[in-house]
């Protein structure tokens, strides 16, 4: 039976006060169910200060990136190493916004190239968090135009198979992979319930291939892209969505602690 998971993806919102007062907030909203693992992913800065207050709690701390290399000259990046000592438990890795590609696009369309993560960095970045024991959440997905173009299973097939390329199965046994379909993401538009049941469930499959069957039957598959409580309930009762990763949702604590309890 796998346990169920509800991550929340903060994103660039937040400053440290603002992310300290959302953690106090979430502490006195969510109902704690052992049944139901958390997270929260705050900006590297908002780290420290959301893991101190949470030190106590069923809360868990991920961010929502890194670097693969421990150290060295990469001006602006954040390790692995450094991610451990500042107490994550968990790291996005291959958001759809650090692939540059966006559900909804904020910025100049010629700026875009700046966000260059591709399967083989995604690899990497998977390698350098399990080395310091962090539970990397895999996302992976469609655009609207690979969706129209029937091309949803062979691009996460690929994204799977590229980002789970080399390892021990057994090292995988805690991955956690979102199916984030990247027009559902940011854009209030929800994929519909038995849709996403059929990708989380071919997700599935697809490890199973890469892994084994064994394996891919305890790794939790997610669905993210524009969950809100309304919505949670039905999605997360199918039987191969094991969760959420919530985007805008997650800012509201008393929305998120209801996307809680939907899990
Ligand atoms: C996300 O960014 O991972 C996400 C799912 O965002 P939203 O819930 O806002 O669509």
Known sequence: MRKKLVAGNWKMNMTAAEAAATVESLV???????????????SYLCIPKTVELLHDSHIKVGAQDVFWMPKGAFTGKVSAPMLKAAGCAYCIVGHSETRG????????????????ETDHTVNLKIAALLEQGIVPILCVGESQVERENNMTDAVITTQLE???DGFDPDELDDLVVAYEPVW???TGKTCETAEAERVCAMIRIVIGEI???????GIRVLYGGSVKASNAHELFSQPNIDGGLVGGASLDPKEFAAIVGAA
């Open 101 to 116: 590609r966006f559900g909804k696009l904020e910025i100049a369309d010629t700026a875009v190239s700046h966000f260059s």
């Open 184 to 186: 559902a993401i940011g």
């Open 211 to 217: 892994i084994g069957t064994s394996h891919a039957k």
């Open 28 to 42: 006195e909203s969510i109902d704690y169910r052992d049944s139901v693992d958390m997270v929260v992913c705050p």
């Open 162 to 164: 590229k980002a789970l």
